[in-house]
């Protein structure tokens, strides 16, 4: 269910904002799986895992920074945000879930996925739109189910056990910067030097969190004590 809402959730943002934007802030999702094994689990969150999260937030103003201006006039771009937003929460929630599933074979956890996706979202087909539809929308579509659901889910849930964690921390936070260059190349959407500076910072934070890395300032205070 978390997984399945979170896809409407990202979709919705896609189409508000832009690819690059909306997967920014998507990328906010490990902050959210530290702070829920936290607050939720009991685990212990260091000091410098909460500046690193600091840090991620203090590069998401700077991506949001250039549209603050035009928040309250442009309501598809705020409206946007916010999906990007619950959809990283979801995405978390879903991480958190699939952890407690064990061995569960990848072809099953993508197979419900679709299974439970189809169900739910089968009262908001548009009926009268599918006769019009053309070829290549078709094409499209099934491009987005057999290779990212059926082919990239299946590789993840097979991968992740086998990999250690550093490999997998650090192929993660390739995907933001892969969807801003793809938003540049195709679909000519240019970021501002400050919104560039933001991505560095989340990017930076997530992999600090994810390998473990002491905030520079938490080193500095323990040499100087």
């Known amino acids: 269910m978390f997984l399945v809402l979170n896809w409407l959730a990202i979709f919705e943002a896609f189409r508000l904002t832009s690819i690059g934007f909306a997967t920014i802030i998507y990328h906010l999702q490990p902050f959210w799986i530290v702070l829920a094994g936290g ?9 410098s895992k909460y500046l690193w999260i600091a840090t991620a ?5 700077l991506v949001v920074g250039p549209k603050v201006g035009a928040l309250s006039a442009d309501h598809d ?5 916010i999906y990007a ?7 978390a929630a879903s991480t958190l879930t699939v952890r407690m599933l064990g061995t569960t074979r990848p072809e099953a956890l993508s197979v419900l996925h679709c299974l439970i ?3 739910l979202f089968l009262p908001f087909v548009q009926t009268a ?4 539809a053309s070829e290549p929308a078709w094409l499209w579509l099934a491009g987005i189910g057999v290779i990212h659901t059926g082919i990239v889910y299946v590789l993840f849930y097979a991968s992740y056990p086998r990999l250690p964690t550093t490999a997998i921390a650090v192929l993660a936070f390739l995907n933001p910067a892969t969807a801003l260059l793809s938003d540049f190349v195709v679909f000519g ?6 919104q560039a500076a933001g991505l560095a910072l ?7 969190v994810n390998l473990g890395w002491r905030f520079p300032t938490t080193v500095k205070a323990r040499q100087q004590g």
């Open 39 to 47: 607050f939720l689990l009991g685990e212990v969150i260091t000091r």
């Open 57 to 61: 937030f203090a590069g998401l103003l």
């Open 77 to 81: 771009f705020t409206l946007g945000m």
């Open 85 to 91: 937003l619950l959809a990283s929460m979801l995405y």
């Open 117 to 119: 996706g189809a169900v």
């Open 129 to 132: 739109a599918v006769p019009d």
């Open 189 to 194: 959407r240019a970021i501002t030097l400050l």
């Open 202 to 208: 989340i990017l930076l934070a997530g992999v600090g």
